[in-house]
């Protein structure tokens, strides 16, 4: 199958939170994406003081790079751990406080509030918590999520986005029966069916 031996691997919450806290964190990018500075226009087709979603956020230098544009990001990331780092990294204030409509999450809000990014699992936030977006910055989540939650994954971030919003999603092409992933590959047929 196209998705060779990936289909049924899943990454579990608890190894995420172990790679940020063993530091193995080969995904995070210390300089903005190429790709996202490319096709910054199709992102803002012309508008300004969009609400931009980075899902599965990490610690994103992106997020602050689009703020300081006078766009609003919101996140999110299970790690609480890369969620701090961020808002240390750039030296921005924040305050912390829960979600009461999911069990033990937290928001965390630059003190400018200009950034919200949630610490909890991205399948429990719903465009009732987070509102809607303007924008999708997909640079690592579809093929970070497992293969048999992509259909779930698709369908929330659908849920999320306004009419006329742009996603601008960021995919790898390799031959998945040499890689167990994460990374992991999505076909492109995958790609449409899933998004249309």
């Known amino acids: ?3 060779g031996s990936q289909k049924e691997r899943v990454v579990t919450e608890e190894e995420w939170l172990q790679k940020w806290e063993m530091g193995n964190i080969g995904f995070h990018k210390e300089q903005r994406h190429p790709l996202l500075q490319k096709y910054l226009d199709v992102l803002l087709n012309g508008r300004s003081g969009l609400r931009i979603f980075f899902p599965l956020c990490g610690k994103a230098v992106e997020m602050k790079w689009l703020a300081d544009m006078g766009h609003s990001v919101v996140g999110v990331e299970v790690s609480e751990q890369a969620v701090k780092e961020f ?9 912390e406080e829960p979600v009461p409509e999911i069990s033990g999450a937290k928001l965390f809000q630059s003190t400018s509030g200009n950034i919200s990014l949630y610490c909890c699992s991205i399948y429990d936030l719903s465009s009732l918590i987070v509102g809607k977006v303007d924008g999708v910055w ?3 989540a579809l093929v970070a999520v497992n293969p048999r939650d992509r259909q779930r994954y698709a369908s929330l971030m659908i849920s999320l986005v306004e009419k ?5 999603l960021v995919t790898v092409s390799y031959d998945p029966n040499k890689h167990k992933g994460p990374p992991f590959y999505v076909p492109e ?5 899933l998004f249309g």
């Open 138 to 140: 997909d640079r690592g």
């Open 164 to 168: 006329n919003s742009s996603y601008l």
């Open 87 to 95: 808002f240390s990294e750039h030296s921005l204030p924040y305050c």
């Open 1 to 3: 199958s196209d998705a």
């Open 189 to 193: 047929s995958e790609i449409k069916s």
